[in-house]
C-alpha cells in the first residue's frame, strides 16, 4: 500500500449535527431510493431503516432485472454478506450501472476477513470506485493489509479516493484530508444482527443527497448512532432494542442531533 | 385492453364485517395452510402475520420441493418482489399444482412497473388464472395500460375473470360486477418493509375457506387495514408498531371489524 | 429399525438447572460462534438468538466459502427449511468440514413429512454423524418411521448414535441412556415462525462448549423455554412476544433457571 502519512488530518470543528440534521429533513420530505443488494440477514432491517427515515428501499438480487432497478435508484449498496451465485452475477452489473449513470455506491465488505474468496472479490469491487467503504476493523485491516488506525485509514482514501467510515465503539470518518471520529452509539447495537449492515443503507441515502460523500458518511453514522443511544435509553434488551432504534430514528428531531453529537 | 364501462359497478351495503369475523374465527378453529413464493425480505413478515391469525405457512422455494408443498396447502401465493432462478423456475410449477388441486391461488406483481423482465413474467402468471391479483395503484397501471380508476379495474376484473384487490390508502376491490372501497388503515403502514406482501397472505388463507373471492380479499383487506389502525393508536413509531400490529391482529374480535369498518 | 426397548432410559435427577447457567455464563463471557445453514424465514431471529444469549452467528450459504466459514466457527447449524441449489450444495461440504475440525454439528430436518426429496436428503445428512437431532414429532415420524415415543426415541438414539431432542409442548431429549422431559415454554412460541430453528441455534452454541451432547441440548431447550415463559407473561401477542423473549433470554440469570424449571 502506500507509505503511512506522518500525521492524521485535521479533524474539523465542523457543523456535522446542523448538516445532519438537513439531510434527514430532505430524506423525509423529498425521498430516495437506494438499492441494496444485500445479505439475507440484512434486508429486512435495511428496508425498515431506510423506511423510518424517509427513504424507500429496493432489493432485488435477480441478475436479469439488478440494471433496471439499479438505473431507477438514486443510491447503490453493495453488501457481500451472502455472496450466493446470483448476488454474485448481479454486483458486478449493479456497479457498472451506477457508474454509467453517475449515481453514488457504497461498499460495505461484511466478513471479507473470513474467506479469501471473499477478500478477492471485494478488491475487485473496490476498483469500480465506491464513493465510501463502510467496514469494521477486522474488514479494514483485512482489505488493507495493515491495522486500522487514523493514519492507514487516511493513507488508504488517499490512495484509492474513497471515504473511509470505519465502525466500531468510536465510528471514524475520513476522506484523507478531513477525519471525524463520532463517539454515540450503544451497546446493544452489536447484540443485534446486521445493524451496521441497516446503517450503511443510511450513508447511501445521504450520499444521494449529499455531493460530499465525507459528510454524507459522517452524518449517516451520526444520526444512527444517536438513534441508538435514545433506544438504549428505553430498551430492556436486544429484542425491544431494534424498535425502539426504528421509533427514535422516525422521530429524530435536529435539536436530538444538536444536543447529542459526541464528535472529535 | 377492453373498453372501459360506463359505471362502476355497484357498491352493495353488505355483510362483509361480519363475513371477515367468521372467516377470521374459522381460520382460527380449523387452520388453513398457505404456501407463499413470496420475496426475500417479506417471508419473516408473511409467516408471522399467517401464524397471528390462526394460520400456517410454508416458505420453501426449492424447485424439486415446491410440487409436494403446494399440493399440501390449501392455497398459493405468488409474489414476484424477488426473481432470482430458483424462484423463477418454482413458481411455474407451483400455479400448475395449485391449479391441478383446484386451489385457489393470488398473484402479487410487486414492482412490476420497475423491470421490463418482471413485467413480461407478471403477464404469464396472470394467464394462470389467480383467483384474486393483489396490487398498488402502479403496479395495475403497468399491467393493465391504464389509469387504476374504479371501471379499469371492473373491466380488467371482467376480462380476466380475476377478483383486482388494490391497495393504497383506501383499498378498492372488484370482480367487475361488485366493488367496495376500505378506507381503514393507518399512515404508519407505508413505513414498515412487506406490509402489503404480507397482507396478501391473509388474502390467501381466507381465499382457501371463502369460496367467493372477492369476498374473501374484501374481508382479508378490512381485517388488516383495521389491525393496522388499532396498532398505530398504540405504537411509538414504525419498529414498535409491527408488533403491535401482529398483536393487534391476534387478539382480533368480531366487535372491533364490526365497529371500525369503514366501507362504501 | 431397531426393536423398540422396554423400558425407557432412566430419569437422572439431575443438576440440569445449574447446568444451564453455567453454560449461559461461559457463552456471554467467552462468545462462541456457529455457523448456520439455516432458512431464509429463520436466518434473523436465529441471529439475533445467539447475540442476544452471548454468542456469534455467520450464516453464509455460498459454496465457495462455506469451508471457511465452518472451519473458523465452533459448532454447526444445517436445517433444511430452504433447499435450494446454493445451500443443497454448501450443507455436504459444511458437514464435511465440522467432522474434519471435530465440531459439533446439528441437524434440524424442517418439514422433513412434507417433501420426499427432503426426507431422503435429510437420511444422508444424519449419516454425518450430527451430534443432535433436533425435530418435532411429525419429522421424527417421518425420519425413523415409527410413531415418536419415548421408547422409540430411545431406540433411534442408540442406533444411530445421536442425542435426540424432540420439541413440542414437553421437549424430550435422549441419547438413549440418559432421558429428560421439559416441560417449560409458552404457547405464543408456535405463533411465531422459526422459533424452533432458531432455539437449535443455542443447541449447537451449548454443544461448542459443553462437550456431553446431551446436556448441552437438554439446558439448550430449557433456557428457551423458560425464556419463553418469562416472555409469555409480558408479551400483549405473538408481535410482542419475539422481542419480549430476546429480552429475557438477554437478562436471564441461574436464579431463574433455579426457579422455573420443570423437568421429569
Redesign the interface.
Known amino acids: 500500500m502506500t507509505a503511512a502519512k506522518p500525521h492524521p488530518p485535521p479533524r474539523p470543528a465542523d457543523d456535522l449535527p446542523e448538516a445532519a440534521g438537513r439531510l434527514l429533513e430532505r430524506l423525509r420530505s423529498e425521498g430516495r431510493r437506494v438499492h441494496a443488494i444485500t ?3 440484512a ?3 435495511t ?2 431503516l431506510l ?2 427515515a424517509g427513504g424507500t ?6 441478475v ?2 439488478i440494471v ?2 439499479t438505473g ?1 435508484a438514486d443510491a447503490l449498496l453493495v453488501n457481500l ?6 448476488r ?1 452475477a448481479s454486483l458486478a452489473w449493479a456497479i457498472a450501472t451506477a457508474r454509467a449513470h453517475g449515481k453514488p455506491w457504497v461498499l460495505d465488505p461484511v ?1 471479507v476477513d ?5 477478500l478477492a472479490l471485494a478488491r475487485l469491487c473496490l476498483a469500480g470506485s465506491p464513493a465510501i467503504l463502510r467496514c469494521n476493523r477486522s474488514e479494514f485491516a483485512a482489505l488493507a493489509g495493515e491495522e486500522a488506525a487514523p493514519q492507514a485509514l487516511s493513507a488508504f482514501a488517499n490512495a484509492r479516493r474513497v471515504v473511509v467510515a470505519l465502525t466500531g465503539p468510536v465510528d471514524q470518518v475520513t476522506d484523507g484530508s478531513r477525519f471525524v471520529a463520532i463517539a454515540n452509539g450503544h451497546p446493544l447495537m ?5 445493524m451496521g449492515c441497516a446503517a450503511t443503507a443510511l450513508v447511501a441515502a445521504f450520499a444521494a443527497i449529499e455531493p460530499d460523500p465525507w459528510r454524507a458518511a459522517a452524518c449517516a453514522l451520526m444520526v444512527v448512532g444517536i438513534a441508538g443511544e435514545i433506544a438504549g435509553e428505553v ?6 432494542f ?10 429524530m428531531e435536529a435539536s436530538d442531533l444538536r444536543r447529542r453529537a459526541r464528535l472529535s
Do not use: K, Y
Open positions: 445479505n439475507a440477514a434486508q429486512v432491517l428496508a425498515n423506511l423510518a428501499p429496493s432489493l432485488t438480487i435477480a436479469d432485472e433496471a432497478f431507477r454478506g451472502t455472496l450466493d451465485n446470483e454474485r466478513f473470513a474467506s479469501p474468496a471473499r452489536t447484540r443485534v444482527t446486521a430498551a430492556q434488551g436486544p429484542g425491544s431494534v424498535a425502539a432504534f426504528l421509533d427514535s430514528l422516525h422521530a
